[in-house]
């Protein structure tokens, strides 16, 4: 067995499911996996810094001191969504037909073990010609709060490489989200008496059809080249306690995706805008929840072109490319630092009951950073 897959094993079976906000658990958080990273990253010589954004969500970062080139960021996040639903065992990191199941086997355990692999290989290699700095970081799944952490302590660097699963595409731009949570009040009353009450599910339901007018009319908007159109759509919707209860306060998530080069804000403000124009008279509050930025970084980059050159030479080609969901990257990017997305393993596994990622991939990943951390 290959030592990535050895490792990406390793790294599967110790759970580190995100706690979604919430003091992680048992069996949450980042710390025992970050434990076996510092404990396998000294063994290979090198110096680990490990930061806490909040208790139980530890970064790791480790360097790699190298010529005057330009220094790199290889990040990775170490922890995962809940293993709950999984069809398997979600900590067995078993193989089959070349593919290695669990959850973060491919979002993003396989990116970090190919990561880790490829500095260590790199690193008996001699010294590299700019600095590489990996960062393995907490609470992606959640907030980012772990790598805004590290970049608010002075993480910089002249390119970034986030592994998220790209099927080894070469990810330049990625929408961002705003999501807000949309409540309306009204009176609680017994139910053989509604009359006596305010239906808080009936004051929803015009604000629902409004919001579905809106996601529709995103249609007709101009397209991103690599990320297409901007979307909305209604996650979730709580409300009442009891049948026998007039419920008194219904609350949607809206989840709105955003053009990279849309501000969270204004797209609030456009939905805020819509509904008191299409309900008048309704009376309902709005907060935000989530403002993720999305990222739109020059093809010109030289972070692009050193990945795009280090995809050719091991694969033979290079696909650019975008996508829907957000990243770390586009905090990278904030701060400053053109970043691009690249990682073995397919999104459409990411996430799902039966997660698995195709080994040969992984092993592809570790061939491919390298090449981008010293090309050959
Ligand atoms: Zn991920």
């Not at 073990?113 to 960062?135: F, K, N, S």
């Not at 002249?158 to 009176?187: C, Q, Y």
């Not at 995103?218 to 759509?233: D, K």
Request: with cysteine.
């Amino acid at each position: 067995m290959s030592d990535v897959v050895a490792l990406l094993q390793q790294l599967v079976a110790i759970p580190s499911v995100s706690p979604m906000g919430n003091p992680p658990g048992r069996g949450e958080g980042e710390g025992e996996i970050a434990r076996a990273l510092v404990s396998r990253l000294r063994a290979a010589g090198f110096a680990c810094e490990v930061s806490e954004g909040a208790p139980g969500r530890p970064n790791v970062v480790a360097r790699l001191a190298g010529g005057d080139g330009p220094a790199t960021i290889f990040e990775a996040h170490m922890d995962t969504v809940s293993a709950a639903d999984m069809v398997r065992d979600p900590f067995a990191a078993s193989l089959e037909h070349g593919r290695l199941f669990g959850r973060g086997a491919c979002d993003d355990k396989a990116a970090l073990a190919a990561m880790v692999v490829a500095l260590e290989e790199t690193a008996r290699r001699g010294t590299p010609p700019g600095d590489i700095i990996l960062a393995a970081t907490a609470d992606e799944e959640y907030s980012g709060s772990g790598v805004q952490h590290l970049i608010d302590q002075g993480l910089r660097a002249d390119g970034a490489v986030v592994g998220e699963p790209t099927s080894l595409r070469l990810v330049v731009a990625h929408k961002g989200a705003v999501r807000l949570r949309i409540t309306t009040h009204g009176l609680a009353a017994h139910s053989s008496e509604p009359d006596k009450g305010e239906n808080a599910i009936y004051l929803m339901a015009p604000l629902i059809e409004a919001l579905r007018g809106y996601a529709e009319s995103l249609g007709s908007r101009q397209a991103h080249p690599l990320v297409g159109r901007p979307t909305c759509s209604i996650g979730t919707i709580h409300g009442g306690q009891a049948p026998n209860i007039v419920p008194s306060e219904c609350s949607i998530v809206v989840d709105r995706r955003l053009l990279p080069d849309e501000q969270p804000e204004a797209a609030e403000a456009e939905v805020r805008a819509w509904l008191t124009q299409h309900c008048p008279g309704v009376a309902w509050e709005m907060s935000v929840m989530l403002y993720g930025i999305g990222m739109d970084t020059p093809v010109e980059a030289p972070i692009v072109g050193k990945c795009a050159d280090a995809l050719d030479r091991v694969l033979g080609g290079h696909e650019i490319a975008g996508v829907q969901y957000g990243t770390d990257a586009s905090r990278l990017s904030r701060a400053g630092i053109p970043s691009v997305v690249l990682g073995p393993g397919d999104i459409a596994q990411a996430h799902t009951a039966d997660e698995w990622v195709e080994v040969a991939q992984v092993e592809q990943a570790v061939a491919v950073y390298r090449e981008i951390m010293w090309p050959s």
